[in-house]
């Protein structure tokens, strides 16, 4: 992958066979690792498109305020087809 377009749209592409659980398992592993600069950047950005194109309601992590976006870095869980952070209040990141 030269570029790091590319390199997202392949994670996409395998992202989009994982399950739930796997991608779960995914993200929190990410989230607790140090370094990779802006392809782990990208990597995490493809799992956050994965769960949202399988329909998880991703508001308690993603939060929109004056035009900016925000993803917490968080280890999640899932609740009721919500992603949740696993610890604190489940209501960080609301609108």
Same mark, same amino acid.
Request: positive net charge; hydrophobic residues 35%.
């Given at each position: 992958?030269? $570029? !790091?377009?590319? %390199?997202?749209?392949? &994670? #996409?592409?395998? %992202?989009?066979?994982?399950?739930?659980?796997? &991608?779960?398992? #995914? *993200? *929190?592993? !990410?989230?607790?690792?140090?370094?990779? =600069?802006?392809?782990?950047?990208?990597?995490? $950005?493809?799992?956050?498109?994965? %769960?949202? /194109? /399988? =329909?998880?309601? #991703?508001?308690?992590? @993603? !939060?929109?305020?004056? =035009? %900016?976006t925000?993803?917490?870095?968080?280890?999640? /869980?899932? @609740?009721? *087809? $919500? &992603?949740?952070?696993?610890?604190?209040?489940?209501?960080? =990141?609301?609108?």
């Amino acid at each position: 992958m030269s $570029t !790091t377009r590319s %390199f997202y749209q392949h &994670l #996409l592409e395998k %992202f989009s066979a994982y399950s739930t659980e796997e &991608l779960i398992h #995914l *993200n *929190n592993e !990410t989230v607790k690792s140090q370094g990779w =600069g802006s392809s782990r950047a990208t990597f995490r $950005t493809a799992i956050i498109a994965a %769960f949202s /194109k /399988k =329909g998880i309601d #991703l508001s308690h992590i @993603v !939060t929109k305020n004056d =035009g %900016f976006t925000s993803i917490l870095s968080v280890p999640v /869980k899932l @609740v009721e *087809n $919500t &992603l949740v952070p696993i610890n604190g209040d489940p209501s960080i =990141g609301r609108d």
